[in-house]
């Protein structure tokens, strides 16, 4: 028995030296990596400064690259926009810039390496978001055969500039983060917003709903019930702005009335017809002949109806 017990002590130096000699094997094959530079190096992030502008509509931001190296742009993802992809394809040098729709509070910009490490490269607060979309050109596309038929958006964001040649019908909440453009007609819209300028050729009637950018009628009128536009608006007849919408740019009819009752116009009206103001508020002047004037429980300029003559429209 006293054989057997020397024999078990024996163990647990032999097992000692074995262990030690997996770990300087180990040690020295690491070393071995790290002595001839066979450790694979992580791409550094490059150096560079972006920019952002607001965009020509009320929610988009211009995205620039201002300084620094020029960059692979499907390395860049802007988190928080509806495109987060925005750069992609392109060789993002100095002076490139894109416009960027928020869904977020915050636009991140961020690089992304070889290995897939995310590197920030700048961050900037967004003052007013979108909706996220839920589809893209493509579908506008495939719906209106190449912009030819009407385009129904009905309960979903579209991010794209529509640009079609018939009519733009939006509902239940649907919305463009984009410009709305017709080539031969016009835009319908109920419960609905618009993330850019429209301008068509026939009838903008836009009820419950947002335009943040200029609307233009090239031929027709423009009617807005409890809408609010971000920019001006102009129409070749009748301009009609009713049920508590506001218009935070200027408004002009080339040849007919405008019409603004219950409503605010941060602007000035012009016409070369007439101008029937009701219960509103217009924070600049009214350009038309006195006796086209037709005012009553408003102010224009800060001045009530009584107190104010309006201007000679120029031209």
Known sequence: MVPLRQATRAIAPAVGVALLLVIVALLAAVGGYVAF?????????????????????????????DTGATIDGDRLVVRGAADSAAFAGETVAVGTDTRVYPIAEELVVVWTSDDGTGYVLARFAADRTVPAPDVDCSWIEAETDGGNTTVKIDGIVVRCDVDVDRDIELSNGGAILGLA????????????????????????????????????????????????????V??????????HSQVDGDITSDTKPVKVISATVNGSITSTDSVKLEDAVVRGNVYVDESAFDCTNSTIDGQSCGEYTPLEPSG
Do not use: C, W
């Open 37 to 65: 530079g066979l450790v694979e190096d992580t791409d550094p992030p490059p150096t560079a400064r972006f920019e952002i502008k607001p965009g020509e509509d009320a929610v988009s931001y211009q995205l620039a690259h």
């Open 181 to 232: 453009e017709s080539t031969d007609k016009g835009l319908d819209a109920d419960d609905a917003a618009v993330y850019g300028d429209v301008d068509v050729e026939e009838v903008v009637n836009m009820q419950n709903g947002t335009i943040a950018g200029d609307t233009r009628s090239r031929s027709a009128d423009v009617k807005l019930d409890d809408t609010a536009v971000d920019g001006d």
């Open 234 to 243: 102009r129409a070749k007849k009748v301009v009609a702005v009713t049920g």
